[in-house]
Nanobody, 112 residues
């Protein structure tokens, strides 16, 4: 059974940084496409960043140059480093595996 557990969310001021982590079980992260999605109140869930098994990354235009997705194979963990945060980055962030499995989400709130 695949389980994804996110952590690292919180409240931060605009311009600050946060690092989200997703620990995966039941899946070998280096063999799958892993991603981070987010959903803001009243909006649809959107893809933030993805990382393929081959190491290819893809980012939403709104976060390019500010966010970095990475993985730690030995820890079965996928990370999202978020810098220069903006109030519009406020959302619940979800870890995702193969566009199928989601974690429970972690709240990120950026104050202006």
């Amino acid at each position: 059974q695949v389980q994804l557990v996110e952590s690292g969310g919180g409240l931060v001021q605009a311009g600050g940084s946060l690092r989200l982590s997703c620990v995966a079980s039941g899946i070998i992260v280096r063999l799958h496409t892993m991603a981070w999605y987010r959903q803001a109140p009243g909006k649809q869930r959107e893809l933030v960043a993805s990382l393929t098994s081959g190491g290819r990354t893809n980012y939403a235009d709104s976060v390019k140059g500010r966010f970095t997705i990475s993985r730690e194979d030995a820890k079965s963990t996928v990370n999202l480093q978020m810098n220069s945060l903006k109030p519009e980055d406020t959302a619940v962030y979800y870890c995702n595996a193969e566009s199928i499995y989601y974690g429970q989400g972690t709240q990120v709130t950026v104050s202006s």
